[in-house]
């Protein structure tokens, strides 16, 4: 076996940071809806391509800077998380369920983006598409750096406002014990709504990243779903830091793996990790 160059590993590294960050900005509202809100939500999967998609309309047919294309799907992701948690609350949906009911809203958008855009591939041209940064041998595009900025601050920021806001307090309240929280004046259904919103609305930042970084397919949204898994799963349910911090040790293992073996390996790297991290787990109960 050949030793790469220690450019190439350097390069590896970075990239893995990159596509680390784009899992653990996939997985936050995931972590958030699983952990909080008690719902397995595979349609943020879906939500996340179709944001790529309405970046990818805005861009090409409406000329709107990808960037600022952000300010128009955010808010329609946040009610459309919104409507989709009064509905699940209004039908009492159990966590097992929300499991097949997201996955059939997965496959009715993924039916949709390929009725209305086709299954041809889409490639977003845009002028951030080029800009590239030198950080001596290496180089550092700017959509990965944008996804990594939006990634940290992100995570960083529902972070802090659960752990340190009084709304942050009643959401976690809320989530633990309902009633009890409930008695003590906190509104469950109103901050559920409230969650959902938000999680959706993380679908739609990470929508824009996947535009600007990627080709897109409608089906490349089952590509993402067991490596997202397993970011969540290994940061911890309504972690939104875990997840960012898993989703970046398994990017940086999967591309440093393609670079010191061969790229065929790469997805047993996610699973092998969580597997170790459960068993740890598990040894530890």
Same mark, same amino acid.
Request: charged share 10%; aromatic share 12%; hydrophobic share 60%.
């Given at each position: 076996?050949?030793?790469?160059?220690?450019?190439?590993?350097g390069?590896?590294?970075?990239?893995?940071?990159?596509?680390?960050?784009?899992?653990g900005?996939?997985?936050?509202?995931?972590?958030?809806?699983w952990?909080?809100?008690r719902q397995?939500?595979?349609?943020?999967?879906?939500?996340?391509?179709l944001?790529?998609?309405l970046?990818?309309q805005?861009?090409?047919?409406?000329?709107?800077?990808?960037?600022? #294309?952000?300010?128009?799907?955010a808010?329609?992701?946040?009610?459309?998380?919104a409507?989709?948690?009064?509905?699940?609350?209004r039908?009492?949906?159990?966590p097992?369920? #929300?499991?097949?009911?997201t996955?059939g809203?997965?496959v009715?958008?993924? #039916?949709a983006?390929?009725?209305?855009w086709?299954?041809?591939?889409r490639l977003?041209e845009?002028?951030y598409?080029?800009?590239?940064?030198?950080?001596?041998?290496l180089y550092i595009?700017?959509?990965?750096?944008?996804?990594?900025?939006?990634?940290?601050?992100?995570?960083?920021?529902i972070?802090?406002a659960?752990?340190?806001?009084?709304?942050?307090?009643?959401?976690?309240a809320? #989530?633990?014990?309902?009633?009890?929280a409930?008695?003590?004046?906190?509104?469950?259904?109103?901050?559920?709504?409230l969650?959902?919103?938000?999680?959706?609305a993380?679908?739609?930042v990470a929508?824009?990243?996947l535009?600007?970084?990627?080709?897109?397919a409608?089906?490349?949204?089952?590509?993402?779903?067991?490596?997202?898994?397993?970011?969540v799963?290994?940061?911890?349910?309504g972690?939104?830091?875990?997840?960012?911090?898993?989703?970046?040790?398994?990017g940086?293992?999967e591309?440093?793996?393609?670079?010191?073996t061969?790229?065929?390996?790469?997805?047993?790297?996610?699973?092998?990790?969580?597997?170790?991290?459960?068993?740890?787990?598990?040894?530890?109960l």
């Amino acid at each position: 076996m050949t030793f790469p160059s220690p450019t190439l590993l350097g390069q590896s590294l970075l990239s893995g940071v990159f596509i680390g960050a784009l899992y653990g900005l996939l997985g936050l509202g995931l972590s958030l809806s699983w952990g909080m809100l008690r719902q397995i939500n595979l349609a943020h999967f879906a939500l996340a391509f179709l944001g790529a998609y309405l970046t990818y309309q805005f861009a090409e047919v409406y000329k709107i800077d990808p960037l600022l #294309s952000i300010l128009i799907i955010a808010p329609a992701f946040f009610l459309l998380g919104a409507l989709l948690q009064a509905l699940f609350a209004r039908f009492s949906i159990s966590p097992f369920s #929300s499991l097949l009911v997201t996955f059939g809203l997965t496959v009715i958008i993924e #039916s949709a983006i390929q009725w209305y855009w086709t299954a041809d591939y889409r490639l977003l041209e845009s002028a951030y598409r080029g800009i590239r940064f030198k950080l001596g041998p290496l180089y550092i595009p700017f959509p990965e750096l944008l996804t990594v900025v939006l990634a940290v601050a992100l995570a960083t920021l529902i972070w802090s406002a659960l752990r340190y806001t009084d709304l942050g307090k009643a959401m976690r309240a809320a #989530s633990e014990d309902a009633p009890i929280a409930a008695a003590f004046g906190v509104n469950e259904r109103a901050l559920a709504l409230l969650l959902s919103g938000l999680c959706a609305a993380t679908a739609g930042v990470a929508g824009l990243c996947l535009a600007l970084s990627y080709t897109l397919a409608p089906s490349q949204i089952y590509a993402w779903i067991g490596v997202v898994f397993a970011a969540v799963m290994i940061g911890g349910l309504g972690n939104p830091l875990g997840t960012l911090i898993a989703g970046i040790v398994i990017g940086v293992s999967e591309s440093l793996t393609m670079a010191l073996t061969a790229p065929a390996w790469a997805p047993l790297v996610s699973f092998s990790l969580l597997i170790i991290v459960l068993l740890v787990r598990a040894r530890d109960l």
